[in-house]
């Protein structure tokens, strides 16, 4: 069934592609780029942090596309599209460079003359990808193929997903501009921002619980002792703590939160905020362990349901050489918290860092940015 339905989309897309090369015909603007995050479900990431910093250059055309514009606020440089309208398509077909983080721009064909950036939404993962076969390989490669450059934080990630199930051998840009904050962490405003924006005490430390999603989507119980977690993290770091939840957008259905110390971020529109902001991160098989590991703060995995998980999905690479504290429950958790040994942790990320080949320099935005500008002003020449 899954072969039928894949072969389906395939031939669909590759249809699809061909009627929308009528865009063609219209001439590339050199100085227009498009962007979206999550195909068009967010104003974030790694495209975000780019768009930014190019918006203070003088004759850009920046667009973003959104399944909804009228949510987001993106500042008078920057204009918005509706996602897959037919003005976007125009705009994507005209478009000098395009960015984006997620796989490919699915119908439509990067043209010649035309710049697509994969900037990807994680620097380096750990979940192990789908060994693609048969007709679901060449409907994934189709995805991947139209890409010029592709950002990566890890040179694992560039063995292992890039060059590897993603079969793509161009060009590689180290870094990726949605971790230069974390790097640096030399943004302190960000801190009252979060604090102001989620109401909580600025007297309180900040927990941020972050999950990935798992196949059951609509399955969002994910079993902590919210309680025991702030009881463990007062008797070892001191202080009133304040938990921040934050749902991967794959969950349909949420838990119940309802806590005078529990905040739902989960629509929070930038993660790396919350993580720039939080003391400590609780989280699990989600790609932004690696993200956190850079502020050299307290990451602890809470994985309840490992058994079931590894054999469900599996790594990469097996989660007892990630350096994080693994815990299979609460009392393990909170145990695990009260005996945490900050320099010894700090040690083995250092570690990690060094065996995945970290390519993070806190440098990314402005070495992205430098190879755009130098194709669009070679463009107009």
């Not at 015909?25 to 974030?44: A, W």
């Not at 599209?81 to 721009?105: A, W």
């Not at 619980?209 to 969002?220: F, H, I, L, N, Q």
Request: glycine fraction near 6%; charged fraction near 25%; charge should be positive.
């Amino acid at each position: 069934m899954k072969s039928i339905k894949a072969f389906f989309k395939y031939i669909g897309i590759r249809v699809l592609r061909m009627i929308l090369n009528f865009f063609n015909l219209f001439p590339i603007k050199n100085n227009r780029m498009m962007f979206y995050s999550f195909n068009g479900k967010n104003y974030s990431c790694n495209p975000k942090c780019i768009s930014d910093r190019l918006a203070q250059e003088p004759d850009i055309e920046i667009y973003w596309a959104f399944k909804e514009p009228d949510k987001f606020q993106t500042g008078e440089k920057i204009k918005k599209v509706k996602y897959r309208s037919l003005k976007y398509y125009y705009l994507v077909k005209t478009s000098r460079v395009l960015v984006c983080n997620v796989q490919g721009f699915g119908e439509l064909a990067r043209r010649k003359g035309q710049v697509f950036i994969q900037t990807w939404h994680a620097s380096n993962g750990y979940k192990k990808v789908g060994n693609y076969t048969g007709i679901a390989r060449k409907l994934n490669l189709l995805g991947h193929q139209d890409y010029s450059y592709v950002l990566c934080g890890a040179e694992s990630m560039v063995k292992r997903r890039i060059r590897g199930s993603m079969g793509f051998q161009g060009k590689i840009i180290k870094g990726t501009p949605r971790m230069d904050v974390l790097v640096n962490m030399n943004d302190d405003s960000i801190v009252n921002r979060i604090q102001s924006d989620l109401g909580y005490s600025p007297s309180n430390k900040l927990v941020l619980y972050a999950p990935t999603w798992r196949t059951e989507r609509d399955g969002s119980e994910y079993n902590l002792d919210f309680n025991l977690l702030r009881e463990a993290l007062s008797e070892r770091f001191g202080g009133e703590w304040t938990v921040a939840v934050r749902l991967h957008p794959n969950v349909r259905v949420r838990p119940d939160l309802s806590d005078d110390n529990v905040i739902d971020v989960t629509d929070y529109p930038d993660m790396q905020e919350l993580l720039y902001t939080a003391d400590v991160l609780i989280s699990d098989y989600s790609s932004c362990i690696w993200d956190y590991s850079f502020t050299g703060r307290p990451c602890l995995l809470y994985c309840y349901d490992l058994k079931e998980y590894y054999s469900e999905k599996s790594f990469d690479l097996p989660i007892e050489q990630w350096g994080f504290p693994i815990c299979e429950s609460n009392n393990s958790l909170a145990e695990t918290i009260r005996t945490f040994d900050e320099e010894k942790f700090r040690a083995s990320m250092k570690k990690h860092h060094e065996e995945m080949g970290a390519l993070e320099d806190g440098k990314a935005t402005e070495r992205v940015c430098k190879i755009i500008l130098s194709i669009l002003r070679k463009g107009r020449r």
